[in-house]
């Protein structure tokens, strides 16, 4: 396993050839930082639009890796007890209701409530031991012998607080459990940290990780994409619906189109047999990458111009 592990990092052509083959068209800046943190065992914080692949690039390592894939998704108000531990509560309450009697045994022979609680102190670790502790999302990346990867999703929406926790845990990738002790890492998990940009992450978290930029592709790049993730779909159509996507992202709207959004329009365009961009299709699918109103109405506002622009530079003459 280690082996293999050290042949797919053997060099960024190798990591770059591996996650192309998991369908996941990889750059090679791309490739270079996933090389960078295997060998410097380092986090990596991507950051970019909605959209563009950043989730994806930590179920490709998932893939290309073999590692499971653990996912953490960060919202406001998470806290330690959803992203770490917590106790079984239901199951500990359970059995102390089945060792009810027994505790009628432990404490025979009391002669008061303060010699009865020294003796029933005697057995808290029992209740609070390994069998009743729920490892969440961090603590389960922890455990994992032959390591995971630890994808951190959306770390932005989540609180100040918790990011300071966060730095805790990622920095020496161990947990104290007040009740067991320290819990290190079996093997020390690959961490993706993804970021949409809803707020500035802290120079502190920064400096723990390798960072990575991915923003809205170039159109050759986009069509490779759309020919990778969307089998069978002709070169004229790829290249109409991404010139078309990208003059859509150069309008005032409320939500750009993501890729993952044009990637949806392929497969939508696909399934209703469309082998070029039609007026009348292209009018019904518009909801398929457009998710406000105000943003139809100011495409339909432009939509004979931009087809005409589309269709005159899939045929060769450019404006």
Known sequence: ????????????????????????????????TIYLAHHLG???????????????????????TGFPLIRLQCYEGLDESKALYEWKYGKQMLYTQILRDRVKDVL????????????????DDIFFSRQFLEPRPLLKALQQEEGA??????????DEEFEAFLLEVLSDFQVSIPEIGTVSAVTRPIVFLTSNNTREMSEALKRRCLYLFI????????????????????????????????????????????????????????VLHADGLEPDLVKETLNVFLKFEEDIRTVLGQFGQMMNQTIRVEDGSHN
């Open 1 to 32: 396993m280690a082996s293999s592990k050290t042949e797919k990092f053997a060099s960024i052509g190798t990591v770059q050839h591996g996650f192309n083959d998991t369908g996941y068209v990889c750059t090679r800046e791309i490739a270079t």
């Open 42 to 64: 380092k986090p990596v914080l991507v950051e970019g639009p909605a959209g563009v692949g950043k989730t994806e690039l930590a179920k490709s390592m998932a893939e290309f």
């Open 108 to 123: 025979e022979g009391s002669e008061s409530l303060a010699d009865s609680m020294l003796k029933l102190h005697q057995y």
């Open 149 to 158: 990867v630890l994808l951190v999703d959306e770390v932005d929406k989540a």
């Open 215 to 270: 923003p809205f592709p170039a159109p050759d790049f986009e069509r490779k994409i759309i020919q990778t993730r969307v089998p069978g779909i002709s070169d004229k159509l790829a290249e109409q619906l991404v010139e078309y996507i990208h003059r859509v992202r150069r309008l005032d709207l409320r939500k750009i189109p993501s890729v993952s959004e044009t990637i949806d329009w392929a497969r939508v365009l696909l």
